[in-house]
């Protein structure tokens, strides 16, 4: 026997005339989505924001490379360009972070693929005060680098670390850290 869309087995008939069924299929029902006040919907938008909140200071870190090309020898156009592919590389699975939950939720993938984007939106905005804060008061340079950095270590000492110890994923959260490491050491060494 064949198998049909849900996965239960139906037999062809043969011949012409066979007689339609007296109702309509049945489909599975839908899962039911999170409501306003459930606590994985709290979750999944304390995630969400936690991530938008987290690609500002990333925006900021660009904007300063960028805003600070020229003020010093370190400081050029490669190292600028070579940092903003790092933090846009390191963006993709942030935006799944955002995507899946809201798709796994209920929503459209279409809405959860938006959502996504718009976690990041505040990065250009963030990297273009990044670049006017260079470039309006260079004494802040290192500051608004070390808090950029500062932001990114703490996000993820603070939260996702012990979220994958406590979720199981602990080897798979440490090598992917591992493969991630080697990765943008990678881009450093080779870009420059």
Do not use: C
């Not at 239960?8 to 043969?14: G, M, N």
């Not at 599975?28 to 919907?41: E, Y």
């Amino acid at each position: 026997p064949d198998k049909g869309e849900n996965g239960e087995p139906y037999q062809r008939r043969k011949g012409a005339g066979a007689s339609l069924p007296e109702s309509p299929p049945t489909f599975p029902a839908a899962r039911d989505a999170p409501t306003a006040g459930s606590s994985s919907w709290r979750r999944i938008m304390l995630m969400i924001l936690a991530i938008t909140i987290h690609n500002v200071p990333e925006g900021l870190a660009v904007g300063v490379g960028f805003g600070a090309i020229g003020k010093s020898a370190s400081a050029t156009f490669q190292s600028a360009r070579n940092l903003a592919i790092g933090i846009g590389i390191q963006n993709f699975p942030e935006g799944l972070a955002v995507s899946l939950p809201l798709r796994g939720a209920g929503f459209s993938t279409w809405k959860a693929f938006w959502y996504g984007q718009l976690s990041g939106m505040v990065e250009p905005l963030a990297g273009i005060f990044g670049a006017f804060a260079v470039v309006v008061a260079e004494p802040l340079l290192p500051y608004a680098l070390g808090f950029a950095a500062g932001a990114m270590v703490y996000v993820v000492m603070d939260d996702i670390i012990p979220e994958a110890q406590t979720s199981g994923n602990g080897k798979l959260a440490s090598w992917t850290s591992i493969l991630g490491f080697v990765v943008m050491m990678s881009l450093d060494v080779g870009l420059g």
